[in-house]
């Protein structure tokens, strides 16, 4: 006999673009929703019995409907209210929604922002993930796809070594990463104020650290954006290295004073950590 | 004062091509490795101290110096051959290493098999994960990008409606999907000769179900597997539900008897569970 | 003044899966189809007049509706349906039709085909172009995402030097490659027998010459297709150079005689040429 | 016997970051180059004799060297430089350059631009296109992955109706693009101070115009950058239109007053024209 250990099951990537146009500048929202229920549905999977299984096409329409029906001023909020609605499903226990918020900004046109028309701001996005479970309602909201890179205040050296090691040590090298970020709201949260502050927390860190690692900037940076924030309760940020490798112009009778790159894809370093109060 | 919950570090995305030139038919074996460590790293997150920290470019050495030193019939045994090496290292207490791979066949010239030249069989990929911890190894299997499709025995009926449903019922409908399995081997496997028949049995299974839903076709899929192997002890399904809209051409005079379809990417149904004996 | 000197419109990645139910096997046509009109449609531009301007949706309806009246033996001919409706469109002056397709496979069940149940069967893809132009009406087919590999046979020696050359000479490397190739019928084709056979002279040519280049090993390629089927009158390859480099095993005392490789995506070398009678 | 009718081989993807460090600031600049040549290169192919084949291992060197040695302002000037080194080797006829490049900005720290740490700005990428050819030298430049969007002002109505045609007409949609443009200078140009400028033309023309279709728009955005910069003599734009479909709530007895949308990937329609003085 088989036994059923664990269920899932909901709809991912729901588009949504709601434009706000209450004040004299418009404002756009651009989500992509995730939602996903665990719950009492063993007879689905076990009997084809689908008397308990509500469409994941009913959730796609529901978050076309509650998006009509609230304002949107924070993902997280809006999270929490799809939370709400499915908590109350027959049969539910756990719910999850996940949000990837794409942000625009005005066009300036004549040097003032445009109220009508936006660019992408770029690859940058904002992610929020609420839960609600049994025992508690947990957000986490967070920033992906922050590309930075500094070119001063970077070394990696005293690092032991082994029959395979081959890397040279270096007191001033490029260091290059990727940021996700997420970080866990104190419980009961109902306003989420702290996203600028953190991020900015993040990046004037990065920028500012004597690095001795992506470790060791990865951990100042985890500090600072728990000083930005009472509201938080731990951060956990990961850090790829995208390694920009010096290249060996000595073939050719050149020197190479830390000026040429290449940039690499593969492989990457890759530093994760959670720090919390 | 904040404190360090936990921290991971390693090297990710090793490409490693190795050809087996022993037998009168080359073989390839194409694979991408992450190598992921925890342990007594601390000092080198707060104190820029990286004494204790190995290189994640000696990680990558590494890979290449056992790929040469050992033969590699399995992704898993070779998993395991790094995690020992790497669970050796000072201040180690979790190794995690995470193989995808690529499947080469031999191409067909006069209706044989050709000694030295292979095509790329597609995107399905053979996934590995050995992990070891204090308490015990552990080796996760599986199989990912399997994209299958049917044109038949597949239904979505008798669910219940809320004031957001509009979903039609049906008795017949495509059904796609993509799939990712993975399966955790017995403690202390050493041997892995099930990879082919779980594979098959899955195949099948979704080929020949009478299927009401995602969930009852995975779940049926996952009995089939265990089934298959008594070496493993559960199984992990992720199906994507990858919808085929039916084209309404009733504006055109045409009907459509279940024949034109859109293939859509987003949203799409996500349905996850665990089996296990 | 300014002046329009070229303007095309129309739809893209039109994503159309149709299924064929008329054997005892089903048959899926998998095709992601581009409409792209010219003619005299300047107003459109310069005075935002659109009384000549088909809308593109129209455009995807079309395809829809046409895919449901016609029979699919080959996308070729669909092209050519889908040209001759849309050149019949008032102020079109050329037409252009773009086919990619993605080939699905029966799944094996018991060691047979199954008749309701398929595999994507990888990345390969197939692709036609039919060109309706006032002079005449030109198909092109062809494939793409044709990964292939060698791991023999193939050198690359002789080669001039300059201040700037540190690669070394070989007489045996691992080649490896995507194909696109993409062939012209002669004018007025109707019938398109020749594909399979043209992929076979590519694929076995690749697998039995001995390469000097990516070059060398191009031409025969394509004079081997020109060969296999006299409907065609040319033959344009394009071949990416996929290197996989020897790693240097010598810091670690081994050596490494042509075994271990990494495979790396850029930068790439790049060969393209065209071959006709 | 078969004809060689064109031919051309280079290394594509070459991934270059340079560090600027020559004043308070630092300046990353980052470019992926391809090289391409043509020329008297028959008996590589034919006769696998690679006596003229300069190796594409020998370009990718060359552009780091020559990256070290010029100071890089314009990647239009970098490459014509490249365009001139490698249009001096034995048998070269063309020279093509393409460079792709991505911005960095600097990161602000308490309010200032801090000299040595950079964030990447987003998706936009600016492109350059350097020909040498036996009658003449060409550069093409531009931007691509510009995405804007607009709220107002856009409408689509007044098209011709045929027997597949169900669009409602509308005085009111979201139009949302992701704009590629190219434009060529006037031969013999040496400096190229308009990028921003014809940059901000085209992103304030899109903000302001009165759009009844986007060829409509297109063809003002064209125009507004040939008035822009009297060094160009023609612009190339490629407009995707994507689609942000009205979500229907009627179903859900909700209104929908321009509000909500879902954001489409496929089809989408695309708009190209060339417009020149």
């Not at 709601?18 to 756009?28: E, F, L, Q, T």
Request: glycine share 6%.
């Amino acid at each position: 006999m088989s036994q059923l250990n664990w269920h899932r099951y909901g709809k991912a990537g729901i588009r949504l673009v709601k434009v706000d146009r209450s004040g004299p500048y418009d404002r756009i929202i651009d989500l992509t929703i995730d939602v996903q229920l665990e719950g009492a549905f063993e007879s689905v999977y076990r009997d084809g019995d689908n008397a308990s299984c509500l469409p994941t096409d009913t959730m796609k329409n529901t978050v076309y409907a509650l998006a009509r029906q609230h304002r949107i001023e924070r993902a997280e909020r809006f999270a929490l209210q799809l939370v709400d609605h499915f908590a109350g499903k027959p049969g539910v226990s756990t719910v999850e929604i996940g949000i990837l918020e794409r942000p625009w900004v005005p066009l300036s046109v004549g040097g003032r922002p445009h109220p009508h028309a936006f660019a992408h701001a770029g690859a940058e996005e904002w992610t929020c993930r609420a839960t609600h479970a049994p025992e508690a309602t947990r957000i986490v909201s967070g920033v992906t796809n922050l590309v930075l890179l500094k070119t001063a205040d970077s070394a990696f050296d005293g690092f032991p070594r082994d029959e395979f090691t081959t890397l040279a040590e270096t007191r001033d090298r490029v260091l290059a990463t990727s940021v996700t970020a997420t970080w866990t709201y104190r419980p009961d949260t109902r306003r989420f104020p702290d996203r600028d502050g953190i991020r900015t927390a993040l990046v004037e860190t990065f920028a500012e650290h004597k690095s001795e690692s992506v470790q060791h900037t990865l951990h100042a940076m985890a500090e600072a954006a728990l000083a930005a924030s009472g509201d938080i309760v731990d951060i956990t940020l990961r850090l790829p290295n995208r390694h920009h490798v010096l290249v060996d112009l000595t073939p050719f009778g050149l020197d190479n004073p830390n000026e040429i790159f290449v940039a690499t894809e593969q492989p990457f370093g890759l530093i994760e950590a959670t720090v919390s109060r």
